[in-house]
């Protein structure tokens, strides 16, 4: 099997199971979740250098999720990649439970950063990136943040840090879905013209369909971009993309699908096999 074909079945697989997680549990961010998919199938797939076998191992890449709330697509990518069985996913959102709605990396293998509060994610791929760079380690740092998310004002002081010390091992990816909680973006603070904004913080900046795996996965393996450059993915995304009924539709940043919702989107999502 081609390393496309691989990553598209682990973000089919990915889609199914966060939403039958979050149909079961009663609660999550499923338009966020499918959103982030084929992002997620890509690094893991084919462009992030982790041993499920071995997750803590000294020079592994680092993936962190910014945008913590879309846990249940990150679980299930960890799941569907052998971090941890995938039954244990019928844990999420229980109390007590290792899969909690943010994730949190003392609970679970893969999990490098408990995140959730938006901005907090690329200030710590930051600091990763400057001790690898300290170092003289190969690691590298990928960080996914939400569109909105970029209204936090401290992702924009992670982004001055990241350019003043040259992080070219640093590797920004903004789910840009247009919607955020309650709204599109440009109606609630306006993000746009957001490729020439980071690279006026000094970032080298790629543009690319963020459901293209091919073009995804060409683009990863470009980075970094420009020498002494810290690396921005801009990934052109739609928020529940894969099911006709929530794609692009605001009130799926948290809604919960039905019974007979969820047996309609995994009828559309087709391909009820596993990734492995």
Not at 26 to 55: K, Q, R, T
Not at 71 to 95: H, I, N, Q, V
Not at 207 to 235: Q, Y
Request: aromatic share 6%; glycine share 10%.
């Amino acid at each position: 099997m081609s390393i496309n074909m691989q990553a598209d079945r682990l973000a089919r697989a990915v889609r199914r199971a966060s939403l039958t997680m979050v149909h079961a549990a009663g609660l999550g961010h499923p338009g966020g979740d499918l959103s982030a998919a084929d992002v997620l199938a890509v690094l893991y797939a084919s462009i992030l250098n982790v041993d499920p076998g071995d997750p803590t191992r000294p020079d592994r890449d680092r993936f962190i999720l910014s945008k913590g709330h879309c846990s249940g697509a990150l679980y299930a990518t960890l799941a569907e990649c052998g971090f941890f069985p995938r039954e244990w996913l019928a844990d999420y959102m229980k109390p007590l439970s290792r899969f909690s709605g943010h994730p949190d990396r003392n609970k679970l293998p893969g999990i490098e950063a408990n995140t959730g509060p938006l901005g907090h994610g690329l200030p710590i791929g930051v600091g990763a990136a400057k001790a690898a760079q300290i170092t003289g380690s190969s690691w590298r740092v990928f960080v996914m943040t939400g569109d909105g998310e970029l209204q936090e004002g401290s992702n924009w002081e992670a982004a001055m840090a990241a350019s003043t010390f040259g992080l070219d091992n640093l590797t920004v990816i903004v789910d840009r879905n247009g919607l955020q909680q309650g709204d599109r973006t440009e109606l609630t603070v306006q993000l746009e013209p957001l490729a020439e904004r980071w690279r006026a913080f000094g970032w080298a900046v790629r543009e690319v369909d963020g459901h293209d795996i091919a073009a995804l996965t060409r683009t990863f393996r470009s980075a970094p971009f420009e020498a002494g450059k810290p690396n921005c993915v801009i990934a052109r995304t739609r928020k529940g993309r894969g099911v006709s009924f929530i794609e692009d539709r605001v009130e799926w940043h948290h809604r919960v699908p039905t019974a007979q919702e969820l047996a309609a989107a995994l009828t559309e999502l087709g391909g009820g096999e596993t990734a492995a």
